[in-house]
C-alpha cells in the first residue's frame, strides 16, 4: 500500500514529463497496467481534495487535484470512480460559492451593519471571490462594497498599529504578549478582507515572528516544569499556551500537541512509579489522546491490566481508596467508569452498598457542575461550559439539558476561534 501511494504521486510527475523517477519506480509503473494506474492516481486525487479543498478550503488548487481524475480516466475511462469525484468536486465548488455569495448578500441587506457584520461579509465575499473570480454576482459585490472594504482595513490596521505602540524596551514578555497578540488579531482581519493589502501583511509578518519567540518561552516554561517533576504548575501553563495559540488561529497546534504529550506522558510514568496506578491511568488517556505512541500504548496496557487485577476484587479496598482519591481530584468521569467496573465484579452486597454510596456522590454533585456550565455558557465563557458539561454528560449523558448546552457551547466556540 506505502509503494501503491508512492506511484500515485510519481504517476502524475511521470505523465506530464515534468520529472523523472527512480528505475526502481520506472520499473514499478512499467508493471501497473492501465487499470492500476487509474487506480493509484484516484486514491491520490482523493486525498488530495480532502487534504487541500476541503479542509484547508484552498479552491486555487482545484485544477491541479482535477488532473488527477482527468488523467484516470485517460488510463481507464471505465473508471467510475473518478468521474464521480470530476463531478464532486465541481458540485462542492459550486455549493460552497453559492453558500457564501447568500450569507454576503444576507448580510449586505442589514439596515444597520455593525463592524463585525461588515466583517464576516467581506469574508464570504473574499472566499466567493478564491473560487471563481470571475462569478458576476461576486464581481458586482466586490465593486459594491469597495468603499466599505477599505474603510474597514484601515479600522484593522489602525487598531493593530494602536497595539503595537504600546510596546517598548521596558515591556514585560506578558505586556508584548497581550499587545502582539491585538496586533495579530487585527492585521489578520485586515488581510482577510484584503490579502493584497502590502501594509496588513506586513504587520501579519512582523507580529508573527514576535508571537512566535512568545509561544517558544511558553513552551520553554512547560519542559522546565515538566524536567523539575511540577505537573499541575505545567498544566496552568499549558492551558495558558493552548489559550494563546487559539487566539493565533491554531497557528502552532504541532508545537501545543507536543507539550501536551510530553507533559501528560512524563506525569504518567511519575505516577506509574509512585503506584498512583488509577491517577496514571487518567493522566496516559490523556496522553494517547494527543498522540497515540507506542510507549503510551504498552504503559496503557499495564495500567490496564492493574487495573482489571484490583477490579477483580483482589484488593477492594484498594479500588475504594483509588475511587476515592479520582472524586477527591474531581475527576468524575474516570471515578464512575472504575465504580461501573468495579460494581460487575463484585456480587457482594455490601461492597456494592460502598460502590453505591460513592456513585450518589458524584451524581450529587452533577447539578452544580450543571449549574455552573450552564451559568458560563449564558457569560460566553465557552471554554469553561465545555470543560464542566463534558464531565456532566461523561457522568450521566442525559442528565437535564447538558447534551444541548455542550453541543451549542462547541459550535460557539469554535466560531470564537475563527474570529
Not at 67 to 91: C, G, H, R, W
Not at 250 to 274: C, E, H, R
Amino acid at each position: 500500500m506505502k509503494r501503491l501511494f508512492i506511484l500515485s504521486v510519481l504517476l502524475p510527475v511521470v505523465i506530464i514529463g515534468c520529472a523523472s523517477v527512480s528505475p526502481g519506480d520506472t520499473f514499478l509503473i512499467q508493471k501497473l497496467d492501465n487499470q492500476g494506474k487509474s487506480s493509484a492516481l484516484v486514491m491520490a486525487g482523493v486525498e488530495e481534495y480532502d487534504l487541500y479543498v476541503v479542509k484547508k478550503q484552498q479552491f486555487d488548487q482545484i485544477p491541479r487535484i482535477k488532473e488527477y481524475f482527468t488523467n484516470a480516466l485517460a488510463f481507464d475511462p471505465t473508471n467510475t470512480k473518478a468521474q464521480q469525484y470530476l463531478s464532486l468536486i465541481d458540485d462542492y465548488k459550486s455549493k460552497v460559492l453559492q453558500a457564501n455569495l447568500k450569507d454576503a448578500t444576507r448580510n449586505l441587506a442589514k439596515p444597520k451593519r455593525t463592524d463585525d457584520d461588515n466583517y464576516a461579509l467581506f469574508v464570504s465575499l473574499q472566499t466567493a471571490a478564491r473560487i471563481d473570480p470571475t462569478d458576476p454576482s461576486v464581481r458586482k459585490l466586490l465593486g459594491d462594497t469597495s468603499q466599505d472594504r477599505a474603510r474597514l482595513v484601515d479600522l484593522y490596521i489602525g487598531r493593530a498599529k494602536a497595539a503595537l505602540a504600546k510596546v517598548d524596551d521596558k515591556s514585560t514578555d506578558a505586556v508584548r504578549e497581550k499587545q502582539y497578540t491585538e496586533a495579530f488579531q487585527n492585521s489578520n482581519k485586515a488581510v482577510d478582507i484584503d490579502p493584497r493589502s502590502a501594509v496588513a501583511q506586513g504587520m501579519l509578518t512582523s507580529t508573527k515572528q514576535e508571537l512566535a519567540k512568545a509561544v517558544a518561552r511558553r513552551v520553554a516554561t512547560v519542559e522546565k516544569l515538566i524536567a523539575a517533576g511540577s505537573f499541575s504548575d505545567g498544566r496552568t501553563q499549558l492551558a495558558a499556551l493552548s489559550d494563546l495559540n487559539r487566539k493565533l488561529d491554531n497557528t502552532y497546534d504541532a508545537d501545543v500537541k507536543k507539550v501536551a504529550y510530553d507533559l501528560n506522558f512524563a506525569w504518567a510514568k511519575s505516577l506509574y512509579a509512585k503506584k498512583d496506578y488509577a491517577t496514571a491511568e487518567t493522566r496516559t488517556d490523556a496522553a494517547l489522546a494527543v498522540s497515540r505512541t507506542d510507549e503510551a500504548a504498552a504503559l496503557k496496557r499495564k495500567l490496564s491490566d492493574l487495573r482489571s487485577k484490583a477490579d477483580s476484587g483482589a484488593s477492594f479496598d484498594t479500588s475504594l481508596q483509588n475511587i476515592d482519591k479520582l472524586i477527591s481530584s474531581g475527576d468524575l468521569v474516570a471515578a464512575h467508569r472504575r465504580i461501573d467496573a468495579l460494581w460487575k465484579s463484585t456480587s457482594d452486597p455490601s461492597k456494592q452498598q460502598m460502590l453505591d454510596d460513592r456513585n450518589q456522590k458524584i451524581v450529587a454533585s452533577l447539578k452544580d457542575l450543571y449549574d455552573r456550565g450552564v451559568q458560563a455558557y449564558r457569560d460566553e465563557d465557552f471554554k469553561t461550559a465545555i470543560d464542566v458539561l463534558q464531565t456532566v454528560v461523561g457522568v450521566q449523558v442525559d442528565y437535564e439539558q447538558a447534551g444541548d448546552y455542550l453541543d451549542k457551547a462547541r459550535a460557539k466556540q469554535k466560531l470564537v476561534d475563527q474570529y
